[in-house]
């Protein structure tokens, strides 16, 4: 049978067979009982061994040990950290703590670890507490309480994040334990909180309160952990943020590392606390695919841990993982990639929960991490409650102590890598559901139930039957060509009709005249030499017969259906393969999302019916303009969204196919919907089916034949893949929308023997240059910079100005002020910690240093009454440079003051500083004079 590699037993290995039916709920795993009602339909995170279940079984258990035995008698408040050994420990408790044990004690009674009454009374204990006696403002709580009566601990925050997670665990118990009580009390706390407050003015939420000096300067501007936060704001019963709110924080740091491109942010944390309960899964917005990313994220820091065994000889494979920790010399929010200088103090240390954070994201990286921390460092590590905190395996540093929510993070993740069972209970809130729809969140999932998998069949088959007594055309040929094979590989026609048919289709009618017909006819036959190999010779016949040269490309743009007459011309090598990066690429706006244009779907889809598009930008535009039409909203009249035409109803399967069938399921067609559609409209649904239904089938022809591999290798975006599975983005390039570049900024250096008086001074002061994310208030202190450059044939002199009132003198240690100047010597866009740029720090405190290359610069730093200034000295020899009249040098400088605490004035101010299009920085320029 020509046909029998397109079955899947031939074509998927026995594992992503497993995945498979474990994603659709045909097989459960022995090892992970999930017998209550409301859990049904969890999936579990990862596919593990009876060894890593085993092992995450005690590191659980361990773990839910702390949450017994460190929660107060009285208020039911979990203590923030504890001694890793059990003996007796003093603290605070922490609200964040509080909440994941709530989420703890669903775990333990559903797995037996505890009797249901015992969990039942510590979580009702806790909640009446909270709801009735803990103080709070707007609903919110303190970060830290003191443990007996629930009162203010120290001078912290009242914070958002931190209560947030508590509303996370106490959804969790509500949804499992399906108590009266806990129902209301759960409720009374979440109806309280009044996001709207927290807002204080701005658009986004700000991350603490103090009693002293009201709001923190920080809020939520860009992507971190406070994703489910903001989940919880928007379903929120009362006082809820609007649908607006998910669209107001930046999704940015975006960045590259080790081929992997992602959402960036230095510790593990930020990629896991949102995951542990939101459940995203095969599901994106109009930015990002969020699992992606922290699968990613992960990735990543195991390749940068991996990259520093230079420095820190034990890391490796075996041995990485860093996130918010305690450490030798005190607490650090440190981690990475990327390396900066905020988290430039990684000293060695491993944090256990990071590894464990991301079982899901990377089950077998991370288990082999587990296990080898278990195995080798044994009981130095292990104790009462599990792996302690962090330790140093390059000093012997073992922390004494565990902390809360690193506790919390743990049995978290590693329930929902066994079973599922923290996600499976969140998702099913009301609240988040109606948070899921308001965020524009659209399913990608591709593992079907077999009546899914029924009804997208029937589909193809009524496209199937109503072709039969269709006239074939020249336009629509290369589809007719298509759908027989993608007919038998659903089962819709047998082998000797197929082939019977396909003998008809290539003598019977006569070759298309235009761009698109002809690439479509010809993108049939390379499928057919290897969908049917009896036909080869018959397919290669006719490739041969086609006249490229006759063939005139009707669009210059790349996503127009054009593209795929460029591709095979490339093919049949009449055209250079730099034709390809010839077309334009042109963004159009739709809706919340960019697209190619033209952003139509018969030019977005019908290309990649065979051409494997998938990694690169004419496949993610295809995406976007999917997203598009599957985020319509419902008709004001409150009737279900109707089923689109037939075109765009593939465009959607292809992309999403979920959505689809709940689309269809809620607004079922016209029965004349398929039948009544163009007969090439058809055969792309047919074609489309066969994509979704048997993996890529379709495409995987195509991709098969040496011409279409010999061709993917000759262009430049195929190579590149820019896009696809190392991408967690959907925004980048053209996609990101129109780029444009900041206003150009130029300097002059003069020769250094002219007088100071006649040097050409460069100021740098107000909000256009603000390149911080604190708030600033009318009444903070001065901020600026005056700066100048020098030149003789020994060194570039860079001469600075810092105004920062008040200037303590000598400055307070906990103030950071510094100068930055940042230096690209080739010209071709700075990398940042690039090996061939240039970094200089000049600190207010006298200190100075090249961060790049770690090393200490020719600086002379001196206080002013208004500020300080700095005089270095850098050596052309250093930049590679040879000095001469008319060189300019592509650089910046920014001055900053940062403050020991939140609330106190903090500013960058930035002369020139952008990311551009290849992810490097564009800078100012300054010109020697």
Known sequence: MPFCSSLPSARWPRCVLAAILIATGVLELAAQPLRHPNLSGARPGAILSEDDHALLDDIQR?????????????????????????????????????????????????????????????????????????????????????????????????????????????????????????????????????????????????????????????????????????????????????????????????????????????????????????????????????????????????????????????????????????????????????????????????????????????????????????????????????????????????????????QGITILQAENARTGFFWSLFMRAPEVQRALSRSGFVSKRRAFTWPEREQLRELAATAWQSLANEPVTPDTLGLRITAVPAAQALGLVDGASAHRQLRELLSAAAPPATDTAVAEYAASLLTLRQAVPSLAADATRLLEAINWEQVTISSTKLGSASRLATFLKIGAGKSDPSAWDRLVRTPEVRGMVFVLSPGTVADQLRPSLWLDESSIITGASGAQLAYSAAVVPPPANGNPRPTPDLLTTALLLDNYPAELLARIKDAPPAPAWITSAAPADRAILLATVANVLVPEIVRDWFQADALVRATRANITDFTQASFGQNTSLY???????????????????????????????????????????????????????????????????????????????????????????????????????????????????????????????????????????????????????????????????????????????????????????????????????
């Open 731 to 929: 925004w980048r390039y053209e996609l990101a929308g129109p780029f444009v570049e900041p206003a150009e900024r130029r300097a002059v250096a003069v020769p250094a023997s002219t007088p100071r008086e006649a040097w050409q001074w460069t100021r740098i002061a107000g909000l256009e240059f603000k390149d911080s994310p604190a708030d600033v208030r009318p009444d903070d202190p001065l901020l600026e910079l005056r700066f100048a450059f020098t030149w003789d044939n020994e060194a570039l002199h860079f001469h600075a100005e810092a105004i920062d009132t008040p200037a303590p003198n000598p400055p307070a240690p906990e103030r950071e002020e510094i100068v930055e100047l940042l230096i690209d010597p080739k010209g071709d866009g700075l990398v940042w910690r690039g090996p061939e740029d240039f970094h200089f720090v000049f600190r207010g405190s006298g200190e100075a240093i090249e961060w790049n290359h770690n090393r200490a610069p020719e600086a002379r730093i001196e206080r002013t009454p208004q500020g300080y200034t700095v005089e270095a000295d850098i050596p052309w020899s250093l930049l590679g440079l040879t000095p001469q009249p008319g060189l300019e040098l592509n650089l910046t400088t920014a001055v900053a003051r940062n403050g020991r605490y939140e609330w106190e004035p903090s500013l960058k101010l930035n002369w020139r500083f952008f990311q551009r299009r290849d992810e490097r920085y564009g800078l100012g320029k300054v010109k020697l004079q």
């Open 62 to 406: 361990a773990s839910f040990l702390y949450f017994v035995e460190q929660t107060h008698p009285e208020t039911g408040l979990v203590r923030d950290r504890a001694r890793a050994d059990g003996s007796p420990s003093e603290g605070k408790a922490s609200i964040a703590a509080s909440g994941f044990a709530l989420s703890s004690w669903a775990l333990a009674a559903h797995r037996g670890w505890v009797e249901r009454d015992e969990a039942l009374e510590r979580v009702r204990l806790m909640l009446r507490f909270l709801a009735n006696q803990a103080p709070r403002r707007h609903g919110f709580f303190y970060h830290f309480m003191e443990m007996e009566t629930g009162a203010r601990a120290w001078q912290c925050e009242i914070s958002s994040i931190d209560t947030g997670l508590f509303l996370a665990g106490a959804i969790i118990a509500r949804e499992y334990f399906q108590d009266p009580e806990i129902t209301d009390l759960v409720n009374r706390l979440y109806r309280d909180v009044d996001w709207r407050w927290f807002l204080n003015g701005g658009d986004t939420v700000s991350m603490g309160w103090h009693d002293e000096t009201g709001f923190s300067r920080y809020r939520w501007r860009i992507y971190s952990e406070h994703m489910m936060m903001s989940f919880l704001a928007m379903g929120a019963p009362a006082n809820a943020l609007e649908p607006s709110y998910w669209h107001a924080w930046k999704r940015l740091p975006a960045g590259t590392y080790a081929g992997y491109h992602f959402m960036q942010g230095p510790p593990l944390f930020i990629h896991q606390f949102a995951h542990a309960y939101v459940d995203f899964r095969d599901r994106r917005d109009a930015f990002v695919d969020y699992y992606q990313n922290s699968v990613l994220a992960t990735l990543a820091q195991r390749r940068f841990c991996m990259d520093l065994r230079t420095e820190f000889s034990s890391w490796g494979e075996r041995l990485w993982g860093i996130t918010a920790s305690d450490s030798a010399t005190g607490y650090k929010a440190w981690g990475g990639p990327p390396r900066t200088t905020a988290y430039n103090a990684l000293d060695g240390t491993i944090v256990p929960c990071a590894a464990a954070g991301s079982v899901p994201f990377a089950p077998y990286e991370t288990m082999m991490v587990l296990r080898h921390i278990r195995t080798v460092y044994g009981d130095r590590v292990w104790k009462r409650y599990g792996f302690v905190d962090a330790f140093n395996p390059e000093t012997g540093w073992v922390n004494p102590d565990v902390i809360g929510i690193d």
